[in-house]
């Protein structure tokens, strides 16, 4: 019984770190997004 409860353990524990990862592979992108188009605006006055 004990094995069987840590291998449940370890899955989530997996699961959620692959969550974890894909949240912040999307929050990167957003990030790089938002920056971009703030460097377009500010670059844009002095044209």
């Given at each position: 019984m004990?094995?069987?409860?840590k291998m449940?353990?370890?899955k989530s524990y997996k699961?959620?770190?692959k969550e974890a990862?894909?949240?912040k592979?999307?929050?990167?992108?957003?990030?790089?997004?938002s920056k971009s188009l703030t460097k377009k605006q500010k670059s844009k006055?002095?044209?």
């Open positions: 004990g094995s069987k409860s449940n353990l370890m699961n959620i770190k990862a894909t949240k592979k999307r929050e990167n992108t957003q990030d790089i997004i006055p002095f044209e």
